[in-house]
């Protein structure tokens, strides 16, 4: 049976997806779980500390991600399923990229929490160009390489908006789909002829992306 602490965790990591950060208070969360504010309160200080939580557990998942890239992408084909992965990451936890603005600015310790993500992700992203270069699979100087990487970023932390705003009914699996796809997009014109992968052909990214 899940612990108090961590169902408050799931239905407000649900809420804030669902509703937005903005829409949802303690008060709602703790409605929504059929406990007291006082129940909630005895493990969390407030709202703040429940986001600041939350960032922790993605925090985590993408350490735990980034070390273990070295040894599951190997070659070519284990690129796309590990990207498959972290942008998994990025649907589950939604509610942070939709809301960063606002949650940059909300509070000290969520928006220095917040850094840490990004330059984490930025670090990330940086890593696995560079390793791409390596397998022979993607042709980028030095110089060029640290802005894809920025590029990559910069619309990865904003896909989920963009997306949403086309269509808000989308499952978080197309959506993951949909992040790597884009993702790919941009890489595209950097590949190497050998490097043609089975989970994607160019006309796969024109039909889901622009069609």
């Not at 799931?10 to 303690?26: I, K, Y």
């Not at 699996?173 to 890489?187: E, K, N």
Request: glycine content about 4%; charged content about 20%; hydrophobic content about 40%.
């Amino acid at each position: 049976m899940m612990k108090t602490k961590d169902r408050i965790l799931s239905v407000s990591l649900e809420l804030f997806n669902r509703d937005g950060v903005a829409q949802v208070s303690t008060l709602i969360i703790a409605t929504e779980m059929g406990i007291s504010p006082g129940n909630l309160y005895y493990h969390f200080r407030g709202k703040d500390e429940i986001i600041a939580t939350l960032v922790n557990e993605l925090q985590n998942s993408l350490t735990t991600i980034s070390n273990e890239y070295a040894s599951q992408v190997k070659d070519f084909d284990d690129y796309w399923p590990f990207m498959h992965t972290v942008m998994a990451l990025f649907t589950h936890y939604r509610f942070l990229f939709r809301n960063l603005d606002s949650l940059n600015g909300q509070n000290p310790q969520i928006k220095r929490k917040i850094r840490t993500l990004i330059l984490k992700l930025r670090h990330l992203c940086n890593d696995m160009l560079k390793h791409l270069v390596e397998l022979g699979k993607l042709k980028c100087d030095e110089q060029s390489l640290p802005l894809l990487a920025d590029n990559l970023l910069l619309v990865s932390l904003n896909w989920l908006n963009y997306q949403t705003l086309l269509d808000d009914h989308y499952t978080e699996s197309d959506l993951a789909r949909s992040g790597v796809l884009r993702l790919i997009s941009m890489v595209e014109p950097y590949l190497t002829e050998n490097a043609k992968s089975p989970f994607f052909t160019h006309q796969d990214l024109v039909e889901e992306l622009v069609t």
